[in-house]
DNA sequence: GTCTGCCCATCAGCGATACTGATGGGCGTG
DNA sequence: CACGCCCATCAGTATCGCTGATGGGCAGAC
């Protein structure tokens, strides 16, 4: 009685691999194990979860894979929650950072909580929106600074299903990443509108999500062109100098756009490129001091 | 390796009962059990998590108390949604209502329903906000429809940590309810933040929840007078009249204000009570059938 | 068509696990 | 001081879940 998470977290291993053997050799079980933590999950819920040969789920373990991470995600925060309360007074701060997150506000925080906390260790990790979060929730960071784009009032939609609280530490306008010789490259302004049957880079980290875009206009144009994976920010400009897409991405970051590529500013009202630190539970005494001189930091200019 | 479930529904019962041995007893273990299993919960996870003697949470157990109800309620929620998928072609449709959900949509939506599915087995119960969402997130109710205070653009914050889909059924404005001798009671239109220092009825399941007037209008005011538990909307009438304290109620309900009660519009712009109905996963025919009703009643005058 | 290889299901056996029931110690109470 | 309540611990046992071996089914090669 009561579904073994030990069973869920084989089950998402299965589905991902396609194969009770790649699932067994991953997870460091024999075959025959994985194949009866399978039959008793599918007895537990008595439904079957898994077309065999080929390995897929079924319309049930569909369901099942839906809530799968969340609750193994939920379990590690919990863990990683509890052991925050003893040992988390040494000065350990691990930072995710998302390729587009506001580097000046930041740089500036961890500089001062540096000076403040000279023997902290102190690690700064660029990764995905998601990892980022979930890096977090798992404990396996202290602070997340993460980018995206909202409009003027709401808060950023968060990737992860997990109980994390956020701090937004700045906002800047979007852009829209045209190639040098553009129709459009000439305009002041651009409405996103105005583009959306254009090709896009689907480069989501390293520049503004299409999904995000969609979700921010309501619109579920914006085709994509090619995937872009991992946050290169240069490959971002090469491809669009290229004309292989547009890409969305912050204006006036610390770079310049780069050669062959003109920024040209979005005139979508509202809509914002903001940047969130983001923290689980309560926070370190180092992790409160970066925190803070994050929200100091928007007072100032960009 | 892996927090047992089983062992952190142990743990929030013996922390709910504040015994080990009552928490055997509404378990049905054997109070040796109940201290074995949180012997190995608290060794699983390297803190302790109880105080004994007398039995109270300690800073670690607080912080795995505010994930496991969310992380059971997931578990369960994923078992309601594999459920689902098998056995819900019947005709079951169970709507857990609030008691200041609009009811004429739901009343005429229902009413189509019942046409198109003469056997379907109907039962509509009247529960608390939270209850109702949770009852839908695992299983217990097909549909919730719950009612809130949020702004005009912003979807209703709801209580559980359950992943659920939401429509909205029906806008209200607000009103306070004043005793009929009150000093404001002759007033037009009323600003909330002119009676953020009067004593309110704390009565969350028959008027609006006070968390959500604080969430909504970003005061941390409103000193509670008494609480009320339980969707009786008489008795917050009386109270009012007795001059117990003031509430905030939808305007214009299919029901009078009552004697001795002055309804008064909020002049707050932009605040908002909203019916949404809410479930999870994938809709029986039925419920799509109700859904789809409610959703139609939008256009309607209320 | 047949052979071969891969993959999943099943089974027997064994070690680990988690329960029960009994016992003991600590603390508040009459 | 004695009693009662409550939690921890222990021994014993039944069950559970893993390993390693075996078997059946499907696909691709020849």
């Known amino acids: ?18 194969s009770f053997s790649a699932a067994a050799r991953e997870l460091g079980y024999t075959q025959s194990a994985v194949s009866q933590q399978i039959a008793a999950l599918e007895q537990e819920l008595r439904a079957p979860l898994l077309e065999r040969r080929p390995v897929a789920p079924t319309e049930a373990g569909a369901r099942l894979l839906e809530h799968a991470p969340g609750i193994l995600l939920r379990l590690d925060a919990a863990r990683a929650d509890v052991a925050r309360v003893g040992g988390s007074a040494r000065g350990l701060l691990r930072v995710a950072v998302t390729a587009l997150a506001a580097p000046r506000p930041l740089a500036r925080a961890l500089a001062a909580t540096r000076l403040a906390y000279p023997r902290a260790e102190l690690t700064v990790s660029l990764v995905g929106r998601t990892s980022a979060v979930t890096a977090v929730a798992a404990g396996e960071a202290e602070l997340a600074v993460v980018d995206g784009v909202a409009a003027a009032s709401d808060p950023l939609a968060l990737p992860a299903a997990a109980p994390v609280s956020a701090l937004r530490v700045a906002e800047q306008p979007l852009a829209v990443l045209l190639p040098a010789g553009h129709p459009l490259s000439g305009r002041r302004r651009i409405r996103l509108a105005s583009l959306q049957d254009a090709f896009w880079l689907d480069a989501p980290d390293a520049s503004v999500p299409l999904t995000e875009l969609r979700a921010a206009t309501g619109s579920d144009a914006f085709p994509p062109s090619m995937a872009l994976v991992g946050p290169s920010a240069d490959a971002v400009t090469e491809c669009v100098a290229a004309g292989l897409g547009l890409a969305v991405v912050p204006a006036g970051g610390a770079s310049a756009p780069g050669e062959g590529v003109v920024a040209v500013p979005l005139a979508d009202a509202g809509l914002l490129h903001r940047t969130e630190a983001v923290w689980s539970g309560s926070r370190a005494e180092v992790v409160d001091h970066l925190v803070a001189g994050l929200a100091d930091a928007r007072a100032e200019p960009l």
Chains 1, 2 share one sequence.
């Open 1 to 18: 009685m009561g579904v073994d998470p030990q069973q869920l977290r084989t089950f998402v291993s299965v589905v991902r691999l396609a």
